[in-house]
Nanobody, 122 residues
Framework: VQLQAFGGGLVQAGDSLRLSCAAS????????MGWFRQAPGKEREFVVA????????YYVESVKGRFIISRNNAKNTVDLQMNSLKPEDTAVYYC????????????????WGQGTEVTVSS
């Protein structure tokens, strides 16, 4: 499956941004989908994941209550609504897919998008 993430940009603290991940090649309904991010000089980290049917979501503590992940298997897309953005959210955001059913473990994700950059100014 090929993934393409887009929607990043430069925003101010407190603003909102919506990232999207579009898939081609296979139906996303087979995969747990996740968003990860990598800030400058830091390792890539888990942000949020959503189960295959969308019923369950998993968030890193720092984004709970601010970020919302959703998916539309019919359209083969996964979105990440990011609200109340903070400067510490600045990173390149990647969408990823894993068929194993895991959520937070980066090494279990088989397919990755190219990343979209989010910059939050204070």
């Amino acid at each position: 499956v090929q993934l393409q993430a887009f929607g990043g940009g430069l925003v101010q603290a407190g603003d909102s941004l919506r990232l999207s991940c579009a898939a081609s090649g296979r139906s996303l309904s087979r995969y747990v989908m996740g968003w990860f991010r990598q800030a400058p000089g830091k390792e890539r980290e888990f942000v949020v994941a959503i189960s295959r049917n969308g019923d369950d979501t998993y968030y890193v503590e720092s984004v709970k209550g601010r970020f919302i992940i959703s998916r539309n298997n019919a359209k083969n897309t996964v979105d990440l609504q990011m609200n109340s953005l903070k400067p510490e959210d600045t990173a390149v955001y990647y969408c990823a897919a894993n068929i194993y059913g895991t959520t937070r473990t980066i090494d279990t994700y088989d397919y990755w998008g190219q990343g979209t950059e989010v910059t939050v100014s204070s």
